[in-house]
C-alpha cells in the first residue's frame, strides 16, 4: 500500500485547536510531505504523525519543524498509531497488514500480531494498555470488523457489532466502552454513522441519526467532549481531498454541535484520536491546495 503524496499546489497543514477560546494556529505547513493522522504525547511536549511511510514528532507550536522517529525493523506504516498510556511505547500499523511496537524515541521496534493475511488498522488501546482495538480486513471488498488483541498479540477476538462497515474503534477514556462508525444502519452505501458498544461486548448503540457521512469519534481524555469528522452525505468511505467538518460536542448531547470547524481534508485529518492531555486542545491536518 504506497502512502499518499501531495498533489501539485498543494500543502499539508497541522492545526492546534482550542475548544475553549476557539483558537486555531497553524503549527507547521509543508509543500513536500503529506502529513497525517495527529496524536499527541502524554506529556503533551510532542505531535506524532506519519509521513512518507514513516512516523515524525514535532512540537504542538509554531517555530518547529517534524524529525523522524527512526525504526530498525519496521515497514513503511500507514496513518495508524496510538500510545501506549504509559507513554513511552507506540503501537504502529505498518503496509504488511500487521501491528508493530516501538520505543516512542524509535530503535528496534517488534511485530505484535500474527495472523497473516488479514489487514489490521490500529485504532485504539485501551486505558490500562492491555488490549488494541483495530480494523480486522480480510479483503477490501469485505467489510471491516471489529477485533480486539492483547498489546502482547495474544488473544484475539472478532466483536459482533451487527452488520455493515466499522472503523476507527477506540475506547473510552474510564475503558467502559468502544466507540466506532458503523455502517449497520445504512440505507445506501457509505452512511457512516457513530455508534459505541460496551468494552466487553453487547448492544451497539447509535450516538447520531445524521444525514451526513460521520467518521473517527474521538473523545477527549477527560470523557467531557468528544470530535468527529463529517463527510458530505453520499460519501462512500473516508477519502481525501473533500470539504469536511470537524464537529465537536458534549458527549451528554450529541446532535448539538458546540463548534463546526470546516476544512479541505479527509482521509488523514483527523484519523486517530489527537485530543491534548489538557482536553481542550485537539491537533488536526488540512490539506489546502493554490
Same mark, same amino acid.
Request: charged share 20%; aromatic share 8%; glycine share 12%.
Given at each position: 500500500m504506497?502512502?499518499?503524496?501531495?498533489?501539485?499546489?498543494?500543502? *499539508?497543514?497541522?492545526?492546534v485547536h482550542?475548544?475553549? @477560546?476557539?483558537?486555531?494556529?497553524?503549527?507547521?505547513?509543508? /509543500?513536500? @510531505?503529506?502529513?497525517? *493522522?495527529?496524536?499527541?504525547?502524554?506529556?503533551?511536549?510532542?505531535l506524532l504523525v506519519n509521513g512518507d511511510g514513516e512516523l515524525?514528532?514535532?512540537?504542538?507550536?509554531?517555530?518547529?519543524?517534524?524529525?523522524?522517529?527512526?525504526?530498525?525493523?519496521?515497514? *513503511?506504516?500507514?496513518?495508524?498509531?496510538?500510545?501506549?498510556?504509559?507513554?513511552?511505547?507506540?503501537?504502529?500499523? /505498518?503496509?504488511?497488514?500487521?501491528?508493530?511496537?516501538?520505543?516512542?524515541?524509535?530503535?528496534? *521496534?517488534?511485530?505484535? @500480531? @500474527?495472523?497473516?493475511?488479514?489487514?489490521?488498522?490500529?485504532?485504539?488501546?485501551?486505558?490500562?494498555?492491555?488490549?488494541?482495538?483495530?480494523?480486522?480486513?480480510?479483503?477490501?471488498?469485505?467489510?471491516?470488523?471489529?477485533?480486539?488483541?492483547g498489546s502482547d498479540g495474544t488473544g484475539t477476538t472478532i466483536v459482533d457489532t451487527g452488520p455493515g462497515h466499522i472503523d476507527g474503534p477506540e475506547w473510552s477514556p474510564d475503558g467502559r466502552w468502544i466507540y466506532f462508525n458503523t455502517e449497520r444502519w445504512a440505507d445506501r452505501p457509505g452512511h457512516a454513522q457513530l455508534a459505541r458498544i460496551p468494552s466487553g461486548g453487547g448492544e451497539t448503540e447509535r450516538l447520531l441519526e445524521s444525514g451526513t457521512v460521520d467518521w473517527f469519534p474521538h473523545l477527549s481524555p477527560d470523557g467531557r467532549r468528544a470530535v468527529y469528522l463529517e463527510f458530505p452525505a453520499g460519501t462512500v468511505g473516508h477519502p481525501a481531498d473533500l470539504p469536511v467538518t470537524m464537529v465537536v460536542v458534549d458527549v451528554a448531547d450529541w446532535s448539538s454541535p458546540l463548534e463546526r470547524i470546516a476544512v479541505p481534508g479527509g482521509q488523514g485529518t483527523i484519523n486517530v484520536n489527537s485530543w491534548a492531555p489538557d482536553s481542550r486542545r485537539f491537533a488536526y491536518v488540512s490539506y489546502p491546495i493554490g
Amino acid at each position: 500500500m504506497p502512502y499518499r503524496t501531495l498533489a501539485p499546489g498543494q500543502t *499539508a497543514r497541522i492545526h492546534v485547536h482550542d475548544v475553549e @477560546t476557539g483558537e486555531d494556529v497553524v503549527v507547521h505547513e509543508d /509543500a513536500k @510531505t503529506l502529513f497525517e *493522522a495527529p496524536n499527541w504525547s502524554i506529556d503533551g511536549r510532542s505531535l506524532l504523525v506519519n509521513g512518507d511511510g514513516e512516523l515524525w514528532s514535532l512540537p504542538p507550536e509554531q517555530g518547529w519543524a517534524p524529525e523522524r522517529v527512526r525504526f530498525r525493523g519496521l515497514p *513503511a506504516i500507514n496513518n495508524d498509531h496510538v500510545l501506549d498510556p504509559a507513554g513511552s511505547q507506540v503501537f504502529l500499523s /505498518a503496509d504488511d497488514g500487521h501491528i508493530y511496537r516501538g520505543p516512542l524515541s524509535g530503535g528496534e *521496534a517488534s511485530r505484535v @500480531t @500474527t495472523e497473516d493475511g488479514v489487514w489490521h488498522f490500529l485504532h485504539g488501546i485501551s486505558p490500562d494498555g492491555l488490549t488494541l482495538a483495530y480494523v480486522h480486513l480480510r479483503s477490501f471488498d469485505e467489510p471491516g470488523l471489529l477485533g480486539v488483541v492483547g498489546s502482547d498479540g495474544t488473544g484475539t477476538t472478532i466483536v459482533d457489532t451487527g452488520p455493515g462497515h466499522i472503523d476507527g474503534p477506540e475506547w473510552s477514556p474510564d475503558g467502559r466502552w468502544i466507540y466506532f462508525n458503523t455502517e449497520r444502519w445504512a440505507d445506501r452505501p457509505g452512511h457512516a454513522q457513530l455508534a459505541r458498544i460496551p468494552s466487553g461486548g453487547g448492544e451497539t448503540e447509535r450516538l447520531l441519526e445524521s444525514g451526513t457521512v460521520d467518521w473517527f469519534p474521538h473523545l477527549s481524555p477527560d470523557g467531557r467532549r468528544a470530535v468527529y469528522l463529517e463527510f458530505p452525505a453520499g460519501t462512500v468511505g473516508h477519502p481525501a481531498d473533500l470539504p469536511v467538518t470537524m464537529v465537536v460536542v458534549d458527549v451528554a448531547d450529541w446532535s448539538s454541535p458546540l463548534e463546526r470547524i470546516a476544512v479541505p481534508g479527509g482521509q488523514g485529518t483527523i484519523n486517530v484520536n489527537s485530543w491534548a492531555p489538557d482536553s481542550r486542545r485537539f491537533a488536526y491536518v488540512s490539506y489546502p491546495i493554490g
